[in-house]
């Protein structure tokens, strides 16, 4: 079955970057537009060159809803309706729970959390202005966490954070299923990225993969062929569904 995206258009938030810039390539590569959104326009405008015609870049602060309205305007403006969304912009704060200062908290929850709620939200309102409850062809991706699901130290709010997300996106499928809307999560495992870069090339982040059951990192591409599932009208049943993708590394 085709996991083609011709004729589709997908806004990426967190495409700057890591995972969301590889998303991007692999959704262009599939035939689809893409909006690449973050707060570092200089990098998606950079990676919008790269891909070419069928990609664009726009200013994107997930945690201001007049930022987000502007890009879906400016995506629309050029493309048509958004047919599918990445929610992928995410931080985290390192540091013992009794320790971590409560503003380093709020910026975890503001982006993680209330961000993808809003990127989500604004994604859904147009779709179902746009037609979706009768084509049935809209697709919102929320990227989490496989801390979601366990237990450590140093990540406490993130960790928590992702699993919220996860139940969120059960609950915008429930809210949307009539809506024409699909809502799903990715939880992926431990990828090395430009946050995690450091920590992993040290001597205790070298020991922390040896602790792995694979001794190893995900690729970078490894949630590639699942989101454009996801996306593409393969996934026309699929709602409400949460999918952990770690080479076996929470087992």
């Known amino acids: ?4 995206l011709q004729g589709r258009t997908t806004l990426i938030a ?3 970057s890591g995972i969301g810039a590889g998303f991007a390539r692999a959704i262009a590569s599939a035939g689809g537009r893409v909006v690449l959104g973050a707060r570092r326009l200089e990098r998606t405008q950079a990676l919008a060159s790269e891909i070419g015609a069928q990609a664009m870049a726009v200013a994107l602060d997930v945690t201001n809803e ?3 309205i ?3 305007d400016a995506a629309e403006a050029r493309f048509g309706t958004v047919h599918g969304v990445v929610a992928n912009a995410g931080i985290g704060t390192g540091g013992r729970s009794t320790d971590v200062p409560a503003a380093a908290l709020s910026g975890v929850l503001d982006t993680n959390l209330l961000g993808t709620y809003l990127v989500a939200r604004e994604g859904a309102r147009r779709l179902i202005a746009s037609g979706s409850p009768e084509r049935g062809d809209g697709r919102i991706v929320l990227i989490g966490s496989i801390t979601a699901q366990q237990n450590g130290t140093g990540d406490a709010l993130y960790a928590a954070s992702k699993a919220g997300l996860a139940h969120l996106g059960r609950q915008f499928a429930r809210e949307w299923i009539r809506q024409g809307i699909n809502v799903n999560t ?3 495992g431990w990828i090395p990225t430009e946050i995690n870069a450091e920590w992993f090339a040290s001597e205790r982040g070298r020991a922390d993969i040896e ?15 699942m989101l454009l599932y996801l996306l593409s009208n393969a996934s026309a049943q699929v709602t409400g569904a949460t999918f952990t993708i770690d080479d076996g590394q929470s087992l």
């Open 186 to 188: 990715l939880q992926p």
């Open 14 to 16: 967190g495409a700057s």
């Open 70 to 72: 502007a890009a879906f």
């Open 1 to 4: 079955m085709s996991f083609s």
């Open 66 to 68: 007049a930022s987000l």
């Open 211 to 225: 602790t792995l059951n694979r001794r190893r990192l995900l690729d970078t591409d490894a949630l590639d062929p």
